[in-house]
């Protein structure tokens, strides 16, 4: 079965699958931090492109192989292999952003996600019809199997990681990995045999079909959609909307009297700062406790923020500026609208235009932008300029 194949066609079907896995995966991503509604719709919407790639990748797939020609494709085994394919696909992501499992809880995702992809596979290949029967290895259906279920694994566990440059990018080609994998697998164990069985048109004649140009028709549909939604997808999320001016340096603003800008952020700040010893984050389903002395830095996301501790990121309920008024100011530093690090952990300044980025410190380290306008402090704190601290 192998042998015959179009490699374009094998070629673009590894594309879409790629492409549907990293929008899957990227509004999966978006999920946390986002209202009850927002939520739902980014869970449909991931496993909506996530299953989409999957089965346009299978029937261009098929499309690619030497299958007879008189072959016609039953319409139910065909949406039933999508609506499985989608329902699992959609528990293993909601398990997986819901509660960031660890190790072992990725595992079942993956088994799940593994389940999904093979269950399309093989209910898709039997609502093939024609006089031939299909006979598979099933040394061959086990091997497709579990290169479903360990590249699901790799692609979700790179997600899950913050350290992993790229993640998202990264996840995704394991993503088209384990479709394509285990779908050129099970098609190298497959046989088509002259008929007799069950596949007989005559036998099915009272069935619903599609012949190959009318489903060559749905997957030219199924890749512009997967393909517009990535393209979509890559825009940022306040694409549109103006982006903020610095602020101006106290002096500056004192000199052209500009009054003092106020903090957009309505979240009352205490009477006393510095004063909180551990800040609490979400993971596991649990809530724990970071040493202020083990953070790096802070970002905001939405109405939370993700807290590092050198190691990895986890979501707190904190907003930016109740964060900014609980740490204590003397070590950390907001440079940024939507990030915060502490000072002793920086360990290099980078200038990027008017701009700059730190790194922190720790056994996986991270960078975190420094605003034009908060340039001149950091410098300063870190004895960079005269007079600096």
Known sequence: ML?????????LSLAIAVLGGYTGLGLAGRILGKTDLQRRALLVGAAGFLSTGIWTMHFIGMLAAPL????????LPTIVSFLICALVVGVSIFFVVGS??????????????GVGICS???VGIHGLAGPFAIEHDPLKVLLSVVIAIATAYG???????????LRLAISAVAFGLAVSGMHYTAMWGMTIVPAGGGHDMAAMGASFQMSSQFVSLVVACLCFFVTAGFLLFL?????GSAEPQPALAA???????VPPAIDPDPTPMPAQRGRIERIPVQSGGATQFVPVGDVR???ADAHYTWVHDGNRERMCGWSISEAEAQLDPTMFIRVHRSHIVAMPHVTLVRKEGDAAVVELDGPHPHQAPVSRARVAEVKARLGMTRGGA
Do not use: K
């Open 297 to 299: 830095s802070i970002r």
């Open 3 to 11: 042998a015959g194949h179009n490699p374009y066609l094998v070629a």
């Open 235 to 239: 825009l940022p999320e306040q694409w």
């Open 155 to 165: 692609a979700l566990r790179i997600f899950l990681d913050p350290q992993v440059g």
């Open 68 to 75: 007879p020609v008189d072959v016609a494709y039953l319409v």
């Open 251 to 257: 002096a500056d603003a004192a000199a052209i009297g």
């Open 120 to 122: 399309m596979h093989y």
């Open 100 to 113: 960031r499992p660890g190790a072992f809880g990725t595992g079942l995702a993956a088994l799940l996600l």
